[in-house]
């Protein structure tokens, strides 16, 4: 191995995970992946940014609890930012805390009752997988690494200069030293992330900032409540989704007074007044996203004045709650799929904030005449609301000059509408696909007046294709970047084939033949 340090640094990336991978790990009986002792030495001896990737790679690989302890006990600098464990299912992140906490009351009962500074730590309590990590260490690393991982400084002496049990307080306290530097734990729909681990995760890291524990089945409310008051003047981020959070839990979460993220999707437990408690609480001053998707709403006050970003979709989101709505600081809402909105409530909430950027109120089937007035209005999705009339969607465009995206499949807009677009020159994405309404000439004005269009769909509007039109897609296709034409039957295949040539770097979508039309058309 010795003899292949000095090629390290000519070798790409790829070729040294996969030395890494090759050479340096081992498969137990336990179907996990062991570090060989004598890669921590190895490692020493790489490049920093090297170590630093490959050390990260480990963190998201099927790897058994001494892999992890070698690192964070041995080359303490490089201790993980975040640890990202979704993919991580056979990896028990338990078994960490659990041998830290263990093997932490042991050193302090044997410190206490002896009185000594070389205590011994008792681990026949902990898991065997965890006793194996203190076999074998080699010198500390003194070199720093030059990535984004933090760098704690070393907090004891050489290892090897000093007895067994010295070497284990050090090691241990390096581990818990790694452990404070955590930034980041996500474990959407782990299996392992249970009651117990979460309270001893956020004991053992106080720094967290982030924390997604979205899908675990097995965290009760009264444990999400008590495990983040151990991190609650550090987390900026927290997604309890589908989660067994009531009213109680959010009542909790008033502590986490930099709280700036939030997530409670499809939380069923959670009432419309625990939410309206939670957001008007003057401890989330700092709260700037919301994430409501699913929950239920009913008798819901939303005022806040620091929120920027609000996800209510597939909600009960209704006119009473629109109405009632107070947050003049709105810059993104997203209603999709909301089917108790109407075009009243909807155009007040919206006049009542004057700096919505994108505004999401696709499948809203009850709307048809709204209009409202956004002068700094940028993304407007209104797919599949069937039901918008074309002069709704006058009004609209006409007051929010702003618009470089629109979807509005499947909309009654017509070349009325497209005509207003065009005068302001500014679209760059627009979703047009079964809209029966527009015509060659809606097409063929949208390619002459918009020079900033990159992204066109058309797609199953079987009346577009004539041959002025095609010429003029051949004309102005070097300005797109994304052309769907799926289920446009009048556009030959030779006239996409002349539209790729004239193109290389346009992404032309079409079904060129009838089975391929017929597919499409059962999947939209």
């Not at 990260?56 to 992890?68: F, I, N």
Request: proline share 4%; net charge positive.
């Amino acid at each position: 191995m010795q003899s292949l340090i000095p090629s390290l640094q000519e070798l790409s990336w790829r070729k040294l995970v996969l030395l890494f991978e090759t050479l340096t790990m081992r498969v137990g009986d336990d179907g996990l992946h062991y570090i060989s002792p004598k890669v921590v030495l190895w490692l020493e001896k790489i490049p920093d940014y090297v170590r630093a990737g490959l050390y990260e790679r480990c963190l998201t690989a099927k790897l058994a609890l001494p892999t992890l302890m070698h690192f964070l006990a041995v080359s303490p600098q490089f201790a993980p930012t975040a640890i990202d464990l979704r993919r991580a299912q056979r990896f028990n992140m338990g078994q960490l805390f659990a041998f830290v906490l263990k093997a932490s009351s042991a050193l302090e009962n044997e410190l206490r009752d002896s009185g000594s500074g070389a205590a011994t730590i008792t681990m026949e309590a902990t898991p065997p997988t965890a006793r194996r990590v203190f076999s074998h260490i080699g010198q500390p690393v003194q070199s720093a690494s030059s990535g984004t991982l933090h760098r704690p400084q070393s907090p004891g002496p050489s290892v090897a200069a000093s007895s067994p049990a010295a070497m284990r307080k050090v090691l241990l306290q390096r581990v818990k030293s790694a452990l404070t530097a955590l930034r980041s734990i996500d474990a959407t729909a782990n299996v392992w992330f249970n009651d117990i681990v979460l309270l001893q995760a956020t004991s053992l890291c106080p720094n967290l900032e982030s924390l997604n524990i979205s899908y675990c089945k097995k965290l009760n409310a009264s444990s999400i409540s008590n495990a983040l008051t151990n991190c609650a003047g550090s987390l900026t981020q927290l997604d309890l989704s589908w989660s067994g959070v009531t009213d109680n839990s959010l009542r909790a979460l008033t502590t986490l007074t930099n709280l700036q993220f939030l997530a409670i999707s499809y939380c069923k437990n959670c009432s419309g007044p625990g939410i309206s408690n939670l957001i008007e609480s003057p401890a989330m001053g700092q709260l700037l996203s919301l994430d409501l998707k699913g929950c239920t709403l009913n008798q819901a006050r939303l005022r806040s004045g620091s929120i920027r970003h609000l996800n209510a979709s597939h909600s009960d989101f209704s006119d009473n709650i629109a109405n009632n709505m107070a947050i003049p600081n709105l810059t993104e809402l997203n209603l999709s799929y909301c089917s108790h909105i109407h075009d009243d409530a909807l155009s007040r909430l919206i006049n009542r904030s004057p700096h919505l950027r994108v505004l999401d109120v696709q499948f809203c089937f009850h709307l048809s005449k709204v209009a409202f007035s956004a002068p700094e209005l940028r993304v407007l999705l209104i797919n599949d609301c069937k039901k918008l009339l074309d002069s709704a969607l006058r009004t609209i465009c006409s007051e929010c000059s702003m618009l470089s995206e629109i979807q509005a499949r499947a909309t009654q807009i017509t070349d009325d509408t497209l005509r207003i677009i065009c005068q302001y020159e500014r679209i760059q994405v627009l979703n047009l696909s079964r809209c029966q309404f527009v015509t060659d000439a809606g097409l063929r004005m949208l390619m002459q007046s918009c020079p900033y269009l990159r992204d066109l769909d058309v797609s199953f509007n079987a009346s577009l294709g004539s041959a002025e039109t095609v010429q003029m897609l051949e004309a102005f296709c070097h300005r797109l970047k994304v052309l769907k034409i799926f289920g446009c039957t009048e556009i030959s295949p030779v006239s996409v084939h002349t539209l790729r040539t004239k193109n290389p770097d346009l992404d032309v979508s079409c079904a060129t033949s009838s089975l391929d039309w017929a597919m499409f058309t059962a999947i939209s």
